[in-house]
C-alpha cells in the first residue's frame, strides 16, 4: 500500500522560504518513470493548484507560475522527496499535499505565511 506523509513548519514568516517533505512508504520514488510524485496546495477559499512534480528518473517538472521560487529535490536514501518555495508571501498560505496520481495522497499539511 502507498502512503505519503508531509512534514514541515506549520508557520513560515514572509521573504524566506518554505520546506517541505514527503515520505513515501510502499513504493520506491526511483526508477519507474510511471510514476509522478507531486507536490499541490489549496489556498483557503480557492480549488486544487499544482505546484510540481518529480519523476522516477529524478527530472522535475514544475508550474510555470511558481517556477521562478520553486525547487523540488529528492532523497532516494530515505524514498523522501521535498519543496522549496522561496520568498513566501502571505498568498502562500495553503494546505499542502504530496500526491501521486489521484489515488495516493498524503493527509496535508497547513502552512501559514505570517509576521
Known amino acids: 500500500q502507498v502512503q505519503l506523509q508531509e512534514s514541515g513548519p506549520g508557520l513560515v514568516k514572509p521573504s524566506q522560504t518554505l520546506s517541505l517533505l514527503c515520505t513515501v512508504s510502499?513504493?520506491?520514488?526511483?526508477?519507474?518513470?510511471?510514476?509522478?510524485w507531486n507536490w499541490v496546495r489549496q489556498s483557503p477559499g480557492k480549488g486544487l493548484e499544482w505546484v510540481g512534480a518529480i519523476r522516477g528518473d529524478g527530472a522535475t517538472n514544475i508550474s510555470p507560475a511558481l517556477r521562478r521560487r520553486t525547487s523540488i529535490s529528492r532523497d532516494v536514501s530515505k524514498n523522501q522527496y521535498s519543496l522549496q518555495l522561496s520568498a513566501v508571501t502571505p498568498e502562500d498560505t495553503a494546505v499542502y499535499y504530496c500526491?501521486?496520481?489521484?489515488?495516493?495522497w498524503g493527509r496535508g499539511i497547513q502552512v501559514t505565511v505570517s509576521s
Open positions: 500526491a501521486s496520481g489521484s489515488r495516493y
Open positions: 510502499g513504493h520506491s520514488i526511483t526508477g519507474d518513470t510511471g510514476y509522478s
